[in-house]
Nanobody
Framework: VQLQASGGGLVQAGGSLGLSCVAS????????LAWYRQAPGKERELVAQFAGGGRKDYVDSVKGRFTISGDNARTTVNLEMNSLKPEDTAVYYC?????????WGKGTQVTVSS
Protein backbone atom coordinates (compact mmCIF):
# COMPACT_ATOMS: atom_id res chain seq x y z
CA VAL A 1 0.00 0.00 0.00
CA GLN A 2 1.26 3.45 -0.90
CA LEU A 3 0.04 6.51 0.93
CA GLN A 4 0.17 10.07 -0.38
CA ALA A 5 -0.55 12.74 2.20
CA SER A 6 -1.20 16.43 1.65
CA GLY A 7 -2.22 19.43 3.66
CA GLY A 8 -0.83 20.85 6.85
CA GLY A 9 1.03 24.12 7.18
CA LEU A 10 1.23 27.01 9.58
CA VAL A 11 -1.75 28.42 11.47
CA GLN A 12 -2.38 30.55 14.53
CA ALA A 13 -3.82 29.03 17.67
CA GLY A 14 -7.55 28.62 17.35
CA GLY A 15 -7.36 28.16 13.62
CA SER A 16 -8.12 25.19 11.41
CA LEU A 17 -6.22 22.96 9.01
CA GLY A 18 -7.02 19.87 7.00
CA LEU A 19 -5.01 16.81 6.07
CA SER A 20 -5.79 14.37 3.30
CA CYS A 21 -4.32 11.00 2.45
CA VAL A 22 -4.91 8.84 -0.62
CA ALA A 23 -4.13 5.14 -0.60
CA SER A 24 -3.15 3.11 -3.63
CA UNK A 25 -1.95 -0.39 -4.33
CA UNK A 26 -3.37 -3.30 -2.33
CA UNK A 27 -6.31 -1.29 -1.05
CA UNK A 28 -8.46 -4.35 -0.41
CA UNK A 29 -6.01 -5.45 2.27
CA UNK A 30 -6.54 -2.31 4.38
CA UNK A 31 -8.56 -2.63 7.58
CA UNK A 32 -7.76 0.66 9.26
CA LEU A 33 -6.67 4.10 8.08
CA ALA A 34 -5.24 6.44 10.67
CA TRP A 35 -3.33 9.60 11.41
CA TYR A 36 -0.37 9.65 13.79
CA ARG A 37 1.79 12.55 14.86
CA GLN A 38 5.23 13.04 16.30
CA ALA A 39 6.28 16.19 18.07
CA PRO A 40 9.97 17.05 18.57
CA GLY A 41 11.44 14.94 21.34
CA LYS A 42 8.31 12.85 21.72
CA GLU A 43 7.19 9.44 20.58
CA ARG A 44 4.84 9.01 17.67
CA GLU A 45 1.25 8.82 18.87
CA LEU A 46 -2.04 7.77 17.34
CA VAL A 47 -4.27 10.79 16.76
CA ALA A 48 -7.32 9.23 15.11
CA GLN A 49 -8.27 6.13 13.19
CA PHE A 50 -11.05 5.08 10.86
CA ALA A 51 -11.94 1.39 10.71
CA GLY A 52 -14.43 -0.78 8.94
CA GLY A 53 -18.07 -0.24 9.82
CA GLY A 54 -17.49 3.45 10.31
CA ARG A 55 -15.84 3.17 13.70
CA LYS A 56 -13.75 6.21 14.59
CA ASP A 57 -11.38 6.58 17.51
CA TYR A 58 -9.54 9.63 18.81
CA VAL A 59 -6.83 10.33 21.34
CA ASP A 60 -8.35 12.21 24.26
CA SER A 61 -6.40 15.40 23.57
CA VAL A 62 -8.11 15.97 20.21
CA LYS A 63 -11.65 14.81 20.95
CA GLY A 64 -14.18 17.46 20.01
CA ARG A 65 -11.62 19.33 17.91
CA PHE A 66 -10.48 16.88 15.23
CA THR A 67 -12.66 14.88 12.87
CA ILE A 68 -11.47 11.91 10.84
CA SER A 69 -13.37 10.86 7.76
CA GLY A 70 -12.92 8.53 4.86
CA ASP A 71 -14.69 6.53 2.23
CA ASN A 72 -16.01 3.02 2.78
CA ALA A 73 -13.52 1.64 0.27
CA ARG A 74 -10.79 2.98 2.56
CA THR A 75 -8.97 4.68 -0.29
CA THR A 76 -8.92 8.11 1.35
CA VAL A 77 -8.72 9.40 4.88
CA ASN A 78 -9.02 13.02 5.90
CA LEU A 79 -8.36 14.80 9.17
CA GLU A 80 -10.14 18.07 9.87
CA MET A 81 -8.43 19.93 12.69
CA ASN A 82 -10.21 22.79 14.44
CA SER A 83 -9.41 24.91 17.47
CA LEU A 84 -5.75 24.09 17.00
CA LYS A 85 -3.38 24.53 19.91
CA PRO A 86 0.40 25.00 19.96
CA GLU A 87 0.70 21.52 21.46
CA ASP A 88 -0.77 20.13 18.24
CA THR A 89 2.43 21.12 16.48
CA ALA A 90 3.98 17.98 15.05
CA VAL A 91 4.73 16.02 11.93
CA TYR A 92 1.57 14.14 10.99
CA TYR A 93 1.70 10.75 9.30
CA CYS A 94 -0.93 8.83 7.40
CA UNK A 95 -1.03 5.14 8.32
CA UNK A 96 -2.72 2.07 6.87
CA UNK A 97 -2.97 -1.28 8.64
CA UNK A 98 -4.27 -4.54 7.27
CA UNK A 99 -3.58 -8.14 6.48
CA UNK A 100 -0.42 -7.22 4.62
CA UNK A 101 1.04 -5.22 7.47
CA UNK A 102 1.48 -1.52 8.08
CA UNK A 103 2.25 1.29 5.66
CA TRP A 104 3.25 4.86 6.34
CA GLY A 105 3.01 7.98 4.26
CA LYS A 106 5.57 10.74 4.30
CA GLY A 107 4.98 13.12 7.15
CA THR A 108 3.46 16.53 6.74
CA GLN A 109 4.27 19.39 9.11
CA VAL A 110 1.59 21.10 11.14
CA THR A 111 2.73 24.16 13.07
CA VAL A 112 0.45 26.08 15.40
CA SER A 113 1.74 29.42 16.61
CA SER A 114 0.63 30.95 19.89
Amino acid sequence: VQLQASGGGLVQAGGSLGLSCVASGSIASINVLAWYRQAPGKERELVAQFAGGGRKDYVDSVKGRFTISGDNARTTVNLEMNSLKPEDTAVYYCNARGIRGTSWGKGTQVTVSS
